[in-house]
């Protein structure tokens, strides 16, 4: 019987997936691994063309990237990285945007089902239920799934604590959170709770607008948000697009930023900002998180087993909204 891809995997005692890179020449693998691949092929007798046509046999080498809309930076940022990663593999990226379309999600799932598309890389707010889910290799961003979903995310709640009592050491007397809700389970929620242990921990009013929106729809919240806080002077903003809104509508109203409102976003350090100034921002590794999406999402397509959730620090930029 004619080896297969699996016996080069427990051959060279490596994953399906570093077999597939080193063979097609595509992503990172270290010198040790590459030589245990290459001394399996040998040893097996496996010829790397009958290795490639059937790891190609029940694939499609497509992928799904599925955002809410693809006009905001972080999202068109994340989606350049992971195909960069995915063209790596061999793979090709399938952009949806499918805010105000669930369907669009469901297509994709029934895809993936049918072997049309080989996996799904999920940054979006519909609930699925995890059962509808099941035996499809998905990855997600901030998403929680269940617990046969991996995902990636940031240092949410850290890195917002840390924000929030820096507005205060800035001498901030009555700091704010604004957002824009999470529809599913996130840990985007987690900036919201950070906010809020901080102000129960130094015994100060909790002062918050978050609500369920679609993109696009921040600008009711930010004006609900400085009707109900006129004296603000410090202000947490969940979110790129909000923060935009939120500044703009603090001009409108005649406040300057940061004389009388000291701010800081969570994202916000994108070349498209039109802020004439550096945001204050807690900066995401956008790049380092795309390119393990697609590590995770491989592995995933390839049978491997992978980390159910693995977090990435991020960076605080000090800007001109803050003192």
Not at 124 to 132: C, L, N, Q
Not at 160 to 185: F, H, M, N, Q, R
Not at 217 to 227: I, L, M, P
Not at 310 to 322: S, V
Request: glycine share 8%.
């Amino acid at each position: 019987m004619a080896p297969t891809i699996k016996d080069v995997a427990k051959y060279a005692g490596v994953g399906l997936g570093t077999v597939s890179r080193v063979l097609n020449g595509g992503g990172s693998v270290n010198q040790e691994k590459k030589d245990k691949v290459w001394a399996a092929v040998k040893a097996l007798n496996y010829t790397p063309n009958k290795m490639a046509a059937r790891l190609r046999k029940n694939e499609t080498r497509n992928i799904a990237l599925l955002v809410p809309v693809i006009n905001h930076p972080f999202f068109a940022e994340f989606a350049y990285f992971v195909e960069d990663e995915a063209d790596k593999f061999g793979y090709s990226v399938i952009l949806v945007s499918s805010q105000q379309r669930v369907e669009k999600e469901a297509d994709i799932i029934k895809r993936i089902k049918r072997r049309e598309v080989d996996g799904a890389i999920f940054v979006t707010h519909y609930a699925h239920k995890e059962a509808e889910l099941s035996g499809c290799p998905i990855v997600s961003i901030d998403r929680i799934f269940g617990e046969g979903i991996p995902y990636v995310t940031s240092d949410n709640y850290a890195a917002t604590k840390k924000a929030v009592k820096y507005l205060l050491d800035k001498g901030c007397e009555k700091v704010g959170y604004i957002g824009s809700k999470p529809l599913v389970k996130s840990e985007v929620s987690e900036r919201e709770r950070a906010y809020i242990d901080v102000m129960d921990e130094t015994g100060r009013e909790k002062l918050i607008v978050n609500e369920v929106i679609l993109h696009g729809g921040e600008q009711s919240v930010a004006e609900k948000f400085f009707d109900s806080f006129p004296d603000i002077d410090g202000v947490f903003v969940s979110g790129y697009t909000m923060a935009q809104t939120f500044l703009n509508t603090a001009k409108k109203r005649n406040k300057k930023i940061p004389e009388d409102i000291q701010m800081i976003s969570y994202d916000g350090a994108f070349g498209q900002w039109n802020y004439n100034g550096l945001l204050t921002c807690i900066e995401q590794p956008v790049e380092k998180m795309a390119r393990a999406v697609i590590d995770i999402l491989v592995k995933k397509i390839h049978g491997e087993e992978v980390e159910k959730r693995m977090e990435f620090p991020t960076k605080f930029i000090l800007g001109d909204t803050t003192l």
